[in-house]
DNA sequence: CCAAAAGTGTTTCTAATACACCCATGT
DNA sequence: ACATGGGTGTATTAGAAACACTTTTGG
């Protein structure tokens, strides 16, 4: 911020009375979400029809413009956290806690037709959810599989699981965000953010498996979770029993207070 | 982008035409630049005195709004990363290879107190540079050493070695910036962005000893270093003695291919 | 010769992996 | 009884850490 368009020699206050937003061609931001879960051990995306032009009928991660004040439709965002829930929302109905993340802003001069429209991507993680109703906006929200980078990359719908291509770069943030969550599962505790509140260790290598897309050992990883610092803590109770054949009661867990993993769970070899 | 301002039946291009980006109270978007280097074996960042107001005369991150549509001023800029570089080129001359990635975004409603300034934060990481002349818009700019987080956090100039306050959000996005470099430096070849194109083993563990705080067992470094595979390769070359007293001519390397570190150098335990 | 820095050898210890095995529960 | 999934024991192997030592250079 040290280029203004403007230069004034006078005091702060008279700057900021006379200060003209309009010299700087003002661009529209907006936030996308991609809201991540795990359904049948594959990763899922809630997605949103478009309502309006443009590519009015295609899927798009959930979005909208971030409010700068106040106005009818309703109050200013107070931060960008507060945008990218709001949007989501109006999708979905969220539970108490949710995990929100930044993942990164994409700005290319070309990438709305309408005009230069700046989009904070944000990330959400979520245990798995009750399909959206019609939300409030009368938009077909559903939460649809994530079969593999650039899904919709070759804009054949229909073939080997694909799906059509999602409006606008968003095929790219949602790679990108797939892509952030694999690798922040190696040294976070950000699994848990997929997880009911408590779990059992076969639920927690659900996730990186389903996410890292390959096979664990599970004897090794339940003794690993249980070695790393923080990262769960035993309830004391034990899972009830889940309908097929057979098989011990695991114990159940809540995520420990740990952030950050030390040792981390590397992906390397296997 | 599911939110949109006008709910418009027509066709796309009637849309188009129509579009009125005025009811969505455009935000101003800028970039802000956190050039980090080492010098004398200390984080120093690329600080620029604010020649307008608010905060004139306060230090603040290389910085600039984003130029969305050509004018007078220049060109539009394509992309975030196009705008970053422009501003930071007004600040100092860059080599020909740059490291530049996203940091993140930061946009409170009350960052900045003309309007609602959302802000792409930017990192480079750049060999020690020779100092800043007076830019192009007679700001002063200087490499300023970094000290630890919150150097500026009590606004107390002068001591222990401590600096004012950053203008705006700036200490909070320089302290994002060291602690993601932190972080990157484990399981990335990050380091060798902070050094010129050829370094000794010692040169690139002054990088990370700067970074992390703290000193590293050279032998092992080296070994470590080595059997990484893709993180240098060897120039044949041996490094011209520099000045002080003796010491063994160490072999120059290069970066090599890899940009992702396996196995990792963890900086748990040491 | 001596000090300083680069680089190698070797031992020790810890952690990852693989595999065998026991435990608890449903059919 | 037997299949299924949860959980533990243990041997093997790979990598991290510590420390001793050799090599090469400047003074």
């Known amino acids: 911020m040290g280029d203004d368009g403007r230069h004034d020699d006078g005091d702060e206050h008279g700057f900021l009375s006379s200060y003209d937003p309009g010299v700087f061609a003002p661009a529209a931001v907006t936030v996308d979400v991609a809201a991540l879960t795990i359904r049948e051990g594959t990763p899922h995306v809630l997605l ?3 309502a309006a032009h443009p590519q009015r009928g295609s899927w798009a991660l959930p ?17 960008l956290p507060d945008a990218a829930l709001r949007v989501l929302t109006e999708k979905t109905p969220l539970p108490a806690e949710i995990h929100l993340e930044q993942l990164g802003t994409y700005g290319a001069l070309d990438r709305d037709p309408r005009m230069r429209v700046i989009s904070v991507a944000y990330m959400v993680f979520a245990p798995d959810l009750p399909d959206p109703g019609t939300g409030r906006d009368t938009t077909e929200a559903a939460w649809l599989p994530w079969t593999g980078p650039g899904t919709g990359g070759d804009g054949v719908a229909g073939t080997g699981g694909g799906r059509e291509r999602l409006a606008f770069d968003h ?15 190696e040294y976070t505790s950000l699994a848990t953010a997929f997880l009911p509140p408590t779990f059992t260790i076969t639920a927690l290598r659900g996730v990186y498996e389903a996410i890292w897309g390959r096979t664990l050992h ?8 249980l070695a790393t610092p923080g990262f769960v803590e035993h309830t004391g109770d034990l899972a009830d029993r889940g309908g097929s054949g057979g098989g011990r009661r695991a114990r159940l867990y809540r995520g420990g207070g740990a952030a950050l993993l030390h040792p981390p769970l590397l992906r390397g070899a296997q």
């Not at 979005?63 to 931060?79: E, K, L, Y």
């Not at 095929?171 to 599962?185: F, M, P």
């Open 218 to 225: 599970a004897a090794n990883f339940h003794r690993k979770i």
């Open 63 to 79: 979005g909208g413009f971030v409010r700068t004040r106040d106005s009818r439709i309703g109050p200013a965002d107070p931060d």
């Open 171 to 185: 095929d790219r943030i949602l790679d990108d965000a797939v892509e952030r969550a694999r690798a922040k599962l």
């Open 48 to 50: 949103a029809r478009r």
